[in-house]
């Protein structure tokens, strides 16, 4: 998950986005988010891009 979520941050600087998901390895895939939501802190939000989480 840090390695993919690497890879998302680097395309998102490199095109200036943002990023925009629901709450991925969650729900069927059977992840916690509380475990998962420091991962996208640390990959992303900490690099400064702006990034939006859908919970429905």
């Known amino acids: 998950m ?3 979520l690497a890879a998302v941050a680097d395309r998102a600087e490199e ?5 925009h998901m629901p709450r ?3 729900g069927l895939a059977g ?3 509380q475990r998962i939501e ?3 802190r640390r990959a992303l939000s900490e690099r ?3 990034v939006t989480v ?3």
């Open 48 to 50: 400064g891009i702006p």
């Open 38 to 40: 420091p991962l996208i």
């Open 24 to 26: 991925i390895g969650c």
């Open 15 to 19: 095109l200036g986005a943002s990023v």
């Open 31 to 33: 992840g916690s988010w």
């Open 2 to 4: 840090e390695r993919c």
């Open 54 to 56: 859908y919970d429905r």
